[in-house]
């Protein structure tokens, strides 16, 4: 089991940075791919950002490329989502979730863990 719990939410003005940490407990996620989605109110989730399972390689949408940064600090078992230059569309509460395999992977199917979520606000 993996229990992982997101921060680093809150509200910004549009243009500003934050900085999501999502902590996992219960076992180690240092070998397992890790992401970031995303649900804005009446959409579906969508993906953000995702990590191999030893931070090699990663992947972004094209809607966020270039203004978000995923990385993981295995002695802290922890994975961030840097994220600049916000804009009002990336308003959605984020989650972080641990996946199998090699990674990285944009589909939700690749994941078995998941947090509770953290919201984020863009107000324009």
């Known amino acids: 089991q993996v229990q992982l719990v997101e921060s680093g939410g809150g509200l910004v003005q549009a243009g500003g940075s934050l900085r999501l940490s999502c902590e996992a407990s219960?076992?180690?996620?240092?070998?397992?791919?890790m992401g970031w989605f995303r649900q804005a109110p009446g959409k579906e989730r969508e993906f953000a950002a995702a990590?191999?399972?030893?931070?090699?390689?990663?992947d972004y949408p094209d809607s966020v490329k270039g203004r978000f940064t995923i990385s993981r600090d295995n002695a802290k078992n922890t994975l961030y989502l840097q994220m600049n230059s916000l804009r009002p569309e990336d308003t959605a509460v984020y989650y972080c979730?641990?996946?199998?395999?090699?990674?990285?992977?944009?589909?939700?199917?690749?994941?078995?863990?998941w947090g509770q979520g953290t919201q984020v606000t863009v107000s324009s």
């Open positions: 979730a641990s996946g199998y395999g090699l990674g990285p992977f944009r589909e939700t199917r690749r994941y078995d863990y």
């Open positions: 219960g076992r180690t996620i240092n070998n397992r791919p």
């Open positions: 990590t191999s399972w030893n931070g090699g390689s990663t």
